[in-house]
């Protein structure tokens, strides 16, 4: 399975950015998609999680209203629209198929990681 991300970038406060990501080596339909991310000298977190069918999305607390997750199964893909971005966004993003977004806030469940998009939001 091979998972690449991009659309990292270094946007200012208040800005937007749109994360794709694609996946390759399996059957794309039968895999819940995550986005996570690692911000400096902090452990990684789950930041959204998308159903297969694509019409269930999770998020955390501090990016509902601010991030929306998307799927396109016809094109293998998986999106992070990110809006009103602050400083505290900063990180590496990753994208990750998985089994459940049940417990996507800590990572569980998902066994398939690309190598990451870096996102800077400069203040």
């Known amino acids: 399975v091979q998972v690449v991300e991009s659309g990292g970038g270094l946007v200012q406060a208040g800005g937007s950015l749109r994360l794709s990501c694609i996946v390759s080596?399996?059957?794309?339909?039968?895999?819940?998609m995550g986005w996570f991310r690692q911000a400096p000298e902090k452990g990684r977190e789950g930041v959204a999680c998308?159903?297969?069918?694509?019409?269930?999305?999770f998020y955390t607390n501090h990016v509902k209203g601010r991030f929306t997750i998307s799927r396109d199964n016809a094109k293998n893909a998986v999106y992070l629209q990110m809006d009103n971005l602050n400083p505290e966004d900063t990180g590496m993003y990753y994208c990750?198929?998985?089994?459940?977004?049940?417990?996507?806030?800590?990572?569980?469940?998902?066994?398939?990681w690309g190598q990451g998009t870096q996102v800077t939001i400069s203040s």
């Open positions: 990750a198929a998985g089994s459940s977004c049940s417990r996507f806030s800590g990572g569980q469940d998902f066994g398939a």
């Open positions: 998308i159903s297969r069918s694509g019409t269930s999305t």
């Open positions: 080596g399996t059957d794309f339909n039968i895999h819940v």
